[in-house]
């Protein structure tokens, strides 16, 4: 199993950034993926999930209305798309997905959020 972020970066108040998490080595479609992100001196925190096949989000309050978490099952990829990002959102980002009743990570992709 091999999930790689990518599409972080320095964005202002205000604006957007959307994140990419290619997969493989499992059937992509029928697992729920999840982002977490981890702030410096934090816990790692759940950010949004979507479910298998055509997929459903869920989000935690503090990024509801602003995130969209999205699936693209022929690319075995998922998205996260942030608009109105705030500095409290400043964090290494994480996908991950419970395979086989283990937890596989990412390496992270950094999102900072300054003027």
């Known amino acids: 199993v091999q999930l790689v972020e990518s599409g972080g970066g320095l964005a202002q108040p205000g604006g957007s950034l959307r994140l990419s998490c290619a997969t493989s080595g499992f059937a992509f479609m029928r697992y729920a993926m999840s982002w977490y992100r981890q702030a410096p001196g934090k816990e790692r925190e759940w950010v949004a999930l979507?479910?298998?096949?055509?997929?459903?989000?869920s989000y935690d309050y503090s990024v509801r209305g602003r995130f969209t978490i999205s699936r693209d099952n022929a690319k075995n990829t998922v998205y996260l798309q942030m608009d109105g990002l705030i500095p409290e959102d400043t964090a290494v980002y994480y996908c991950n997905v419970l395979y086989r009743d283990r937890h596989y990570w990412g390496q992270g992709t950094q999102v900072t959020v300054s003027a």
């Open positions: 979507i479910t298998s096949g055509v997929g459903e989000g």
